[in-house]
């Protein structure tokens, strides 16, 4: 069964591209061009991901995501935001939302499949029972509680580990720093985004080379990228 996704956007060109990318993909695609058809797609059809453009008529993508996230029915929805180029502000919001990513215009069609396919495998269970994880020259073997980069165990203290495991586990979406420390730090009151940051910073100097796989959102917070 094919996943049904649903785009929210009022650039006509904007739409011809995604769905004829989409549908090329393998996807079943409906579309919105305003928030109010937006939700009332999203209510009667029961999409599987939502691609919601921020800037839209009359309500803003932000507000649609605030609705949707906010819904018993639809918050299990996983929508990814569209935005154009510096609007970091609004990516902040929409990730604060509940927003699983977000992706700039202008955009690369394969890109956005990527992240789409990243997102439906994590939140729809293709990836239970991991026990290892490849991303180019890293190897992480969960079970064993090891990191391998270029076939050599890599140093790591215990909060480093949890640390990439997680954001492995995630790739291709954004993990917000609060997200790091509840999934990492958990109840330890003490620590701050401050400390994220500098764990980050020591994982990556560790990774070498290998660091380019732990990508900056700036002012929110890390992502692990899929493969190119």
């Not at 061009?33 to 008529?57: H, S």
């Not at 073997?141 to 391998?148: A, E, F, N, Q």
Request: proline share 3%; glycine share 6%.
């Amino acid at each position: 069964m094919h996943a049904k996704i649903l785009i929210v956007d009022d650039e006509a060109d904007i739409l011809t591209l995604l769905e004829y990318n989409l549908k090329k993909a393998g996807f079943k695609v409906i579309s919105a061009k305003d928030g109010p058809e937006a939700l009332k797609l999203t209510k009667e059809e029961r999409p599987d991901l939502i691609i919601l453009d921020i800037m839209l008529p009359s309500v803003e993508g932000t507000e649609i995501c605030k609705v949707i996230k906010k819904d018993e029915v639809t918050s299990h929805i996983p929508v990814i935001m569209l935005t154009a180029k510096g609007e970091e502000v609004d990516r902040i919001v929409g990730l604060e939302l509940g927003a699983e990513d977000y992706i700039t215009k202008p955009f690369s069609p394969r890109e956005l499949i990527l992240r789409v396919r990243a997102i439906l495998k994590r939140l729809h269970g293709k990836q239970e029972a991991v026990n290892s994880i490849t991303a180019g020259p890293i190897f992480i073997d969960i079970g064993k509680s090891l990191v391998k980069l270029n076939g050599e165990t890599l140093k790591l203290t215990a909060k480093e580990f949890k640390l990439i495991v997680e954001l492995a586990k995630t790739r291709g979406s954004v993990l917000s720093r609060n997200k790091i420390l509840d999934r990492v730090w958990g109840t330890d009151v003490y620590v701050t985004d401050r400390t994220v940051d500098t764990h980050i910073r020591r994982l990556r100097e560790k990774l070498d080379k290998a660091a380019k796989y732990i990508e900056t959102v700036r002012g929110f917070g890390y992502r692990f990228q899929e493969e190119r």
